[in-house]
């Protein structure tokens, strides 16, 4: 039913523009009580698909990557659908644009979506503010919700660990984990930051600022991981994980979107970046041992492309491009298989 409506529908509008309609649906429905207790009745994971991660209950370990939802505006919608956890985002100190339009486009025979959004975003203290909305209701505060931060397009290089220490002190008391994101193609100059004597400060300073605001509201120290391109070399995937582990840092995300395309600007995601993102996350887990947390991202279409992820060294596995194709019950699906064939092993 779902593949009729993308081609009849779907595929004939603007690819933003349809992103815009289909996720006013689902928060339309999540912000339904009766309506989204239904649905969610029907998706949500069976129990024996919940893991402890970060002294938390993820009830699955799928869950929804960071792009979908920038500004914390569907998390209970989202939620309906069978993701176990959204992470929101990419949330920039400031309120910006992003890059001009058209700057998200559909690959069809790949099944992939290239973009140059460029972190369009309501900026760090919207927000927040939405997030602590969030959080007063019981409902809100049962839900995992880790929070992306970037960096502000305007601000120089040099002031980036202080642009992101914005962020982390306002995003820190409301999530459950951090990712501070180095690894867009669609911010220019962004991903020379994954360079391990640019990356230091930014990381040094971000732990600081998020330790500082959890500890003012009473509340524990907020994990914090970073994420990282799939067009790093192996090298400096090991330049990374030695400084993740050498500051204490609770795990890694990859991976982001490639230009490794000849498509046009911005960074592709879908099934082509899938054999990066596996062989980037093994060594990762090779590289940080069995305790950090890693978290496999690119090309997952599939409960067995999850299950490869997991293989390979993930702890937890998310998606996004395949929502786009295979629509409102793909999370499901997926949490569904994983339980069926992990239950809750960590």
């Known amino acids: 039913m779902y593949r009729l409506l993308f081609d009849l529908v779907f595929r004939r509008m603007d690819p933003e523009r349809a992103h815009e309609v289909a996720f006013r649906l689902i928060r339309g429905v999540g912000r339904t009580p009766v309506l989204r207790d239904v649905v969610a009745g029907v998706l949500t994971p ?81 927000v927040a503010e939405r997030l602590a909305a969030l959080r007063a209701t019981r409902r809100g505060r049962g839900l995992v919700v880790g929070v992306n931060i970037g960096k502000t397009k305007v601000t120089p290089a040099d002031e980036a660990p202080a642009d992101y220490a914005i962020s982390a002190a306002r995003l820190a008391p409301l999530a459950d984990y951090l990712v501070v994101n180095v690894s867009s193609p669609n911010t220019p100059g962004l991903r020379d930051l994954q360079a391990v004597e640019q990356l230091r400060p930014i990381l040094e300073a971000t732990r600081v600022a998020a330790d500082e605001a959890t500890a003012r509201v009473g509340r524990p120290t907020v994990p914090l991981l970073v994420k990282i391109a799939p067009d790093l070399s192996d090298d400096d995937v090991d330049a990374v994980a030695l400084l993740a582990a050498e500051l204490g840092l609770d795990g890694v995300v990859a991976v982001n979107t490639t230009i490794a395309h000849d498509l046009g600007p911005g960074g592709l995601s879908g099934p082509p970046v899938l054999d990066r993102g596996l062989d980037v996350v093994a060594r990762l887990r090779r590289a940080l041992g069995p305790d950090a947390v890693v978290i496999g991202v690119g090309g997952i279409s599939t409960a067995a492309d999850a299950l490869e992820y997991l293989a390979v060294g993930a702890t937890l596995v998310q998606g996004y491009t395949g929502f786009i194709y295979r629509g409102p019950f793909w999370a499901s699906r997926i949490g569904r298989s994983l339980a069926r064939d992990l239950g809750g092993r960590s």
């Open 46 to 126: 069976p129990r024996s698909g919940a893991v402890q991660v970060f002294g938390r209950t993820f009830p699955s370990r799928f869950g929804l990557a960071a792009g979908f939802d920038k500004d914390a505006r569907g998390v209970e919608g989202l939620t309906m659908l069978g993701f176990g956890f959204v992470e929101v985002g990419t949330v920039t100190a400031h309120p910006q644009p992003g890059n001009e339009k058209p700057r998200l486009w559909r690959v069809l025979d790949q099944r992939a979506l290239r973009n140059r959004m460029g972190f369009n975003n309501g900026g760090s203290q919207e």
